[in-house]
């Protein structure tokens, strides 16, 4: 994944504020085609990110700084996007399956839908609170003009 170029607006108390405008670099993103995660770019106007200061480093307005998202956070946020109510379908399925309802093309069907719609929610309710949006916000990684780890 390519990291986003921030542009440092203010800094206070350890924690800056970046306008960030990457565009979109990934062909099937910029295709339309892509996942829709689009957390640290768009093609439309620049974002306001505010994330802390990494200890050690000073920043100045007008610094301009690399920011990334830990893969191991992009890839929990595609789990429960997207795997949580695949797995709650087949789930459902399988409940149906056991109790004999699977047996009706109809019964199956809406077991299946019943249990994406639940997933779906469930996701959202997970993605949605605190401790989960923290790990998703972008961090400060190194100044722009700095090498590559």
């Known amino acids: 994944m390519e990291s ?3 542009t440092v607006s203010s800094v206070a108390e ?20 892509g996942c829709g995660a689009g957390l640290l770019g768009s093609n439309e106007k620049p974002r306001r ?8 480093m000073t920043l100045a307005v007008g610094d301009q700084v690399r920011l990334t998202v ?23 399925v399988a409940i149906a399956w056991g109790f004999g309802a699977a047996d009706s093309d109809l019964l199956a069907v809406a077991f299946a839908l019943t249990g994406l719609v ?3 929610l ?13 790990q998703f916000v972008p961090v400060i990684e190194s100044f722009a003009g700095a090498a590559d780890a």
Request: a positive charge; proline letters at 6%; hydrophobic letters at 55%.
């Open 14 to 33: 350890g924690v800056a504020t970046l306008v960030v405008a990457a565009p979109i670099t990934c062909h099937r993103c910029a295709a339309g085609r």
């Open 70 to 92: 830990a893969p191991r956070h992009l890839l929990r946020a595609a789990i429960l996007a997207y795997g949580l109510p695949l797995i709650s379908m087949l789930v459902f």
């Open 4 to 6: 986003a170029i921030g």
């Open 118 to 120: 639940a997933g779906f």
């Open 49 to 56: 990110v505010e994330t802390s200061i990494p200890a050690g």
């Open 122 to 134: 469930l996701s959202r309710r997970l993605l949605a609170a605190e401790a989960a949006c923290e």
